[in-house]
């Protein structure tokens, strides 16, 4: 009975795939806020060409440079579970597999494309990163980074998750990175915040202004996002391809794929893959899980909208609540983001790619009876994915179907444990659904055009 | 070039080594206060019958039950690692290698007799387990242990631990311990020392006493030691087998073996397996490493001592510091044990294994090093092993020589950044050595017979 589906190094993807090529339509363009879509070169201001390009390409498979490969051997291949545990204590006739992205010395999936982007950043003479983090595993992984390719890295944090997470602020000191809470009066888009709003807890949106705003006024330095792009979601296929590999050495294959989904990387990462299956006529479900206090595919509108709070990015058609939807306090910060993925959004507004909305407490209802069957402390963004398959497990055990079901555990929740602690105190809440808030938000899209 | 070392599942070892059976003298027997050995029967009091043949047996292997194995799955086979960045670092010709222990749920190698301690508990039908814990790994892994095999679990924690590492209680919690910062008030041992102690900020041998006398006055309720015990270092000496299959798979083989020394596990069991080669006529140098401020190996006596510091174990003979002897309270909580595994005190003594100390500051140093080249920060007890790797390795860029060097990276930091905060903010020191307060408990030493 087999428990971990493990690769030989010589395994890891030599080529991420691109989902654009399997797409029935093609992605919506980038737009400007006259309407016009965004020339490629008009991101140059703040990333390489060489991402620009990946960002645009159409090409299917897009070969991994070899110091990335080795770069990534430091974790990779990550191991596949089949969770024989958690499926005993669910009584389920369901079979559960994770992919552990958790290995990675960061923590979480999030090194994957943090390396390819700093070594892109480095191969192109820039100097110096900078970055939004929420939950803090971007930017550690961004931080670890940029030290193995020799890069500066400066790290704007939300404030919740700096205040919620002093340790993760710690991680990303140790490799070498500078880390400020935001919104801070560092920048015109962090003054302009904390003008309205002095209490601001930050969010993603927020964070993310900040890092533009810096990165675009300095010639030596260039921005790195941790989700939403492209090109990120593209470097994260490699769990996909990983896992789907370690499936047929068990000759299984999901029925449904789940992952968190705030930006949309994690989710693509492991789903994209299986797409390319899916286009060709599989039947798989591939599941995006949000949380209802953030419920950006299940009651955002698909629209065009800025990445950022402040709209200092280009227009991306996307499932949003509005650019400045100021998310509640839920300790998955890294689900706290009023947007998505174009790509996920496009796939999901097709029909192509579901989405469930899962509240605070059951996250963490199933995070904690994940670790006392798997052993793995699971970080609150996953504990998203594992709601979401304990729900399909406990279905299959009612219908007696037997369901093969594939979920990622992207990363562990060693430094949220104040949350856990929350969680047995009785004091985590099930934030409402907050729809005057979004409505309100939703009448600040942008005009286009 | 390759980085990561990995055995499939089916290589987990089927047997555990035991190092007796190549001794070349049998190991002092445990003695009680009259100075005639103890039965084995006298342990049963606070610990199962398997365990205790165990701790007695001469048998060279010992098979791993089958629930023990299927639970080490989930963590294990571990990989080892070839550190080629950080040789690059060093720009030495010395080969660096490192066997990941901190890949376990809990965060480190402790799991591995956690695990096996739970089963043969669960067997004898014991239904609670008490324990000490130092840096809070061990309470952790037996946390998990105990859940994975239905067992309760209240762990007694050092308390300048308890105060630096409150993420270890909640992971414990999160796994359904009860954890108490010791010394508490509620056994006899403890309020001895607060007696006198009103201050005391707790220590492993204090630990121990707690939970050794809440175990032997409860009948359902047996007694758990993560390190130190003959059949502790037997259930670790997995890790040094699979090292040895690891390097096999690249032709390799160790010149030097480096672990952190605190109670003996973490060292006994990456080295013992390669003492079978020693003894078998092999040239491979063993050496425990430990922090200049608690020198058990290096500034201590050869001589038969309490494990724990009211006196309630037999003695043992041991390299000791004297029972009561109070560690200064550096960040390596795991390494504060006035004594030393009765194994490898024996074999350090007939020269068989090497012992060095190295200084708080230059385990940090040598920490931060190895966190910004292959990524995982680790924890401060596996810094001392990092280090004393790292002085050799640097000895061989200087005398040119390419030694193969193996070391066990016991476990992860993340729960050690407030250590990290204070190694960056100055504040931590190098405590002296101990002279006079090593003198002193060394007068306490029992009198035998």
Same mark, same amino acid.
């Given at each position: *009975?087999?428990?971990?589906?493990?690769?030989?190094?010589?395994?890891?993807?030599?080529?991420?795939?691109?989902?654009?090529?399997?797409?029935?339509?093609?992605?919506?363009?980038?737009?400007?806020?006259?309407?016009?879509?965004?020339?490629?070169?008009?991101?140059?201001? /703040?990333?390489?060409?060489?991402?620009?390009?990946?960002? !645009?390409?159409?090409?299917?498979?897009?070969?991994?440079?070899?110091? !990335?490969?080795?770069?990534?051997?430091?974790?990779?291949?990550?191991?596949?579970?089949?969770?024989?545990?958690?499926?005993?204590?669910?009584?389920?006739?369901?079979? /559960?597999?994770?992919?552990?992205?958790?290995?990675?010395?960061?923590?979480?999936?999030?090194?994957?494309?943090?390396?390819?982007?700093?070594?892109?950043?480095?191969?192109?003479?820039?100097?110096?990163?900078?970055?939004e @983090?929420?939950?803090?595993?971007?930017?550690?992984?961004?931080?670890?980074?940029?030290?193995?390719?020799?890069?500066?890295?400066?790290?704007y944090m939300v404030k919740v998750?700096y205040?919620?997470?002093?340790?993760?602020?710690?991680?990303?000191?140790?490799?070498?990175?500078?880390?400020f809470a935001s919104p801070t009066d560092m920048t015109e888009s962090g003054r302009k915040i904390l003008a309205e709003h002095p209490d601001s807890e930050g969010s993603l949106g927020i964070s993310i202004s900040e890092a533009v705003e810096?990165?675009?006024?300095?010639?030596?330095?260039?921005?790195?996002?941790?989700?939403?792009?492209?090109?990120?979601?593209?470097?994260?296929? /490699?769990?996909?391809?990983?896992?789907?590999?370690?499936?047929? *050495?068990?000759?299984?294959?999901?029925?449904?794929?789940?992952?968190?989904?705030?930006?949309?990387?994690?989710?693509?990462?492991?789903?994209?893959?299986?797409?390319?299956?899916?286009?060709?006529?599989?039947?798989?479900?591939?599941?995006?899980?949000?949380?209802?206090?953030?419920?950006?595919?299940?009651?955002?509108?698909?629209?065009?909208?800025y990445?950022d709070t402040a709209g200092l990015?280009?227009?991306?058609? *996307?499932? @949003?609540?509005?650019h400045d939807f100021m998310p509640?306090?839920?300790?998955?910060?890294?689900?706290?983001?009023h947007?998505?993925?174009?790509?996920?959004?496009?796939?999901?507004?097709?029909?192509?790619?579901?989405?469930?909305? !899962?509240?605070?407490?059951?996250?963490?209802?199933?995070?904690?009876?994940?670790?006392?069957?798997?052993?793995?402390?699971?970080?609150?963004?996953?504990?998203?994915? /594992?709601?979401?398959?304990?729900?399909?497990?406990?279905?299959?055990?009612?219908?007696?179907?037997?369901?093969?079901?594939?979920?990622?555990?992207?990363?562990?929740?060693?430094?949220?444990?104040?949350?856990?602690?929350?969680?047995?105190?009785?004091?985590?809440?099930?934030?409402?659904?907050?729809?005057?808030?979004?409505?309100?938000s939703?009448?600040h899209?942008?005009?286009?055009?």
């Amino acid at each position: *009975m087999q428990t971990k589906i493990t690769l030989p190094e010589s395994d890891i993807p030599t080529h991420w795939y691109n989902v654009i090529a399997d797409m029935p339509n093609p992605p919506a363009p980038y737009l400007g806020p006259d309407g016009n879509p965004v020339p490629p070169e008009a991101m140059l201001a /703040i990333f390489p060409e060489s991402l620009v390009m990946q960002e !645009v390409s159409g090409e299917r498979w897009i070969p991994i440079p070899d110091p !990335v490969r080795e770069a990534l051997t430091l974790w990779r291949p990550s191991p596949l579970y089949r969770a024989h545990r958690l499926e005993r204590a669910l009584n389920t006739p369901a079979k /559960i597999y994770y992919k552990n992205e958790a290995v990675s010395p960061a923590g979480s999936h999030k090194p994957n494309t943090a390396v390819a982007q700093a070594y892109y950043n480095q191969q192109a003479g820039i100097k110096r990163l900078t970055t939004e @983090t929420g939950a803090g595993q971007w930017g550690c992984s961004l931080s670890l980074a940029g030290q193995m390719f020799g890069l500066d890295i400066r790290v704007y944090m939300v404030k919740v998750s700096y205040q919620q997470k002093p340790y993760r602020r710690s991680m990303m000191q140790t490799w070498g990175a500078e880390v400020f809470a935001s919104p801070t009066d560092m920048t015109e888009s962090g003054r302009k915040i904390l003008a309205e709003h002095p209490d601001s807890e930050g969010s993603l949106g927020i964070s993310i202004s900040e890092a533009v705003e810096e990165a675009a006024g300095r010639e030596d330095t260039n921005y790195a996002l941790g989700s939403v792009l492209n090109h990120v979601l593209l470097h994260q296929t /490699i769990i996909g391809e990983e896992a789907r590999k370690q499936l047929a *050495m068990v000759d299984d294959y999901p029925d449904m794929v789940f992952a968190p989904c705030g930006g949309g990387s994690n989710f693509g990462g492991i789903a994209f893959p299986f797409f390319a299956d899916k286009a060709a006529g599989k039947d798989v479900k591939l599941v995006a899980v949000e949380p209802t206090s953030c419920p950006t595919l299940t009651k955002g509108v698909y629209t065009y909208d800025y990445g950022d709070t402040a709209g200092l990015t280009p227009l991306m058609k *996307m499932f @949003t609540l509005g650019h400045d939807f100021m998310p509640p306090g839920i300790h998955a910060g890294g689900l706290r983001y009023h947007g998505d993925s174009a790509l996920v959004s496009q796939l999901h507004q097709e029909g192509l790619v579901d989405a469930v909305a !899962v509240p605070q407490l059951e996250t963490f209802d199933a995070g904690v009876l994940f670790a006392r069957t798997e052993g793995i402390v699971p970080a609150p963004e996953s504990c998203h994915a /594992i709601a979401a398959t304990v729900r399909e497990a406990r279905q299959c055990a009612e219908t007696g179907e037997a369901k093969t079901l594939l979920f990622n555990l992207s990363g562990h929740g060693h430094f949220d444990m104040s949350s856990f602690d929350r969680y047995f105190a009785g004091e985590l809440e099930d934030f409402d659904y907050q729809e005057s808030a979004i409505q309100e938000s939703l009448r600040h899209l942008p005009k286009v055009g």
